[in-house]
């Protein structure tokens, strides 16, 4: 059991105010921003205890946008991407808007629909001095990038490597066409005159299946 200051009660659960929706120690909430106009806070509830007048803080450790991070949104950031920081902090229980759910990596990747409650999280992250664990990631495709979950890409028949459409010189449409679908190293290797040879590296250039 964690350690209790005077006055002060751990509590194992906290109900959001105006719903039926139970926090618990460990769950993953959306947090009232003080400037409105910004998206909520995401935050994993790490301890929640009520004073002896009975109001509930939750002591949270902050998971960070790409964009609050130091080195700010990179490519290959998802639109739902979070780092989990070593960031934490105490806040009032009645900021707590909503539960959400922060999935790993692989499970993110294997679901059917992305709801606005859905995220994911592959890296952590020190706040103070804006490192990332891990700190190396494996690369896809001609451009050589880590997976962006928000991206399609294909995989070669020949290598097995992922491509994004874009980097070969064609259309997703054209890509799911090619079944099977070989990259142009593989499709020269197997065949010098196909007319696919030809690819053009765009990595500034990115295909965006979901929009926020
Ligand atoms: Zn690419
Ligand atoms: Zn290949």
């Known amino acids: 059991m964690a350690k209790t200051k005077p006055g002060k009660k ?26 409105s106009d910004k998206p909520p806070y995401v935050a ?54 909503r539960k959400c759910i922060v999935h790993s990596f692989k499970n993110y990747t294997k679901l059917e629909n992305v709801g606005p ?11 103070a001095t804006g490192g990332f664990t891990p700190d190396r990631v494996a690369v896809y495709c001609k451009c050589e990038m880590p997976y962006n979950p928000d991206d399609l890409m294909v995989q070669c028949e020949g290598c097995k490597d992922w491509f994004h459409p874009i980097c070969m010189g064609m259309t997703i449409e054209e890509a799911k066409k090619l079944d099977p679908f070989l990259c142009s190293d593989c499709s ?24 926020r």
Not at 16 to 32: P, Y
Not at 117 to 127: L, M
Not at 190 to 202: T, Y
């Open 10 to 35: 751990d509590l194992d659960s906290y109900s959001i105010k105006g719903t039926n929706k139970v926090v618990r120690v460990g769950d993953c909430v959306l947090m009232r921003p003080s400037d």
């Open 44 to 97: 994993k509830v790490d301890r929640i205890e009520a004073d002896h007048r009975n109001n509930v803080k939750v002591r949270v450790q902050w998971y960070y946008r790409p964009e609050e991070s130091v080195g700010g949104r990179r490519q290959f950031h998802g639109a739902k991407e979070l780092f989990l920081s070593d960031h934490y902090d105490f806040q009032s229980a009645h900021t707590i808007e």
């Open 117 to 127: 409650e859905d995220y994911f999280c592959r890296f952590d992250y020190k706040a």
């Open 188 to 211: 020269s290797e197997d065949d010098a005159k196909r007319p696919l040879n030809s690819f053009h590296v765009e990595p500034k250039v990115e295909l965006k299946r979901r929009k």
